[in-house]
């Protein structure tokens, strides 16, 4: 059974930092590129950051670049997002989602992340 | 302001049958394939169509997707309950500016 947990969300002061970790299991990570995408209260699912499966090309979406950094490690079955510099604007439930063909095949249940004072 | 457009929401009642389109540009829908993701109501979305109009195993055949040019259409037939759900279309999109994953706003469908 294909299997995607993340972690590492919680509460955290605007200016602060987080770092979130996605666990894998049940299908060869290390044949995927893996994404994180995000979805602000009540509002529609928003793309964040793609790595392949070798770390060869990472890729970020505007409204996060110089602020995220993704990684993996193959070895562990593992995704990360250090997220520094955190505004308000980036609560948001995000999930890792491992991708292969120009889709999104597997999901995770996210982790709730809220900015505030 | 998504890269992709979609209609807010739909209706339809159960057993009719509903469409909702996703329109984009020649950076996106126009030159990839486009691929479609359903949600429920408090859970993670899921994969319905690829490829354009591929279904992963599992998904039923009253699920179906075209493409045409810059546009892209999820097609839902024999509307039941359970599909009631936040549908989102999502393809990349590669310009001079950046290359990213691009994802609708979604469509809220509701089965009357």
């Known amino acids: 059974e294909v299997q995607l947990v993340e972690s590492g969300g919680g509460l955290v002061k605007p200016g602060g930092s987080l770092r979130l970790s996605c666990a894998a299991s049940?299908?060869?990570?290390?044949?995927?590129?893996m994404n994180w995408v995000r979805q602000a209260p009540g509002k529609g699912l928003e793309w964040v950051s793609s790595?392949?499966?070798?770390?060869?090309?990472?890729y970020y979406a505007d409204s996060v670049k110089g602020r995220f950094t993704i990684s993996r490690d193959n070895a562990k079955n593992s995704l990360y997002l250090q997220m520094n510099s955190l505004r308000a604007e980036d609560t948001a439930v995000y999930y890792c989602?491992?991708?292969?063909?120009?889709?999104?095949?597997?999901w995770g249940q996210g982790t709730l992340v809220t900015v505030s004072s | 302001q998504s890269v992709l457009t979609q209609p807010p929401s739909v209706s339809a009642a159960p057993g009719q049958k509903v469409t909702i389109s996703c329109s984009g540009s020649?950076?996106?829908?126009?030159?990839?394939?486009v691929s479609w993701y359903q949600q429920l109501p408090g859970t993670a979305p899921k994969l319905l169509i690829y490829d354009n109009n591929k279904r992963p195993s599992g998904i039923p055949d009253r699920f179906s997707g075209s493409k045409s040019g810059t546009s892209a259409t999820l097609g839902i037939t024999g509307l039941q309950t359970g599909d009631e759900a936040d549908y989102y279309c999502?393809?990349?999109?590669?310009?001079?500016?950046?290359?990213?994953?691009?994802f609708g706003g979604g469509t809220k469908l509701t089965v009357l």
């Open positions: 049940g299908f060869t990570f290390s044949s995927y590129s």
């Open positions: 020649s950076s996106n829908i126009g030159n990839n394939y």
């Open positions: 999502g393809t990349w999109d590669s310009s001079l500016s950046a290359e990213r994953w691009v």
């Open positions: 989602a491992g991708e292969s063909r120009g889709k999104f095949d597997y």
């Open positions: 790595i392949s499966s070798s770390s060869s090309y990472i």
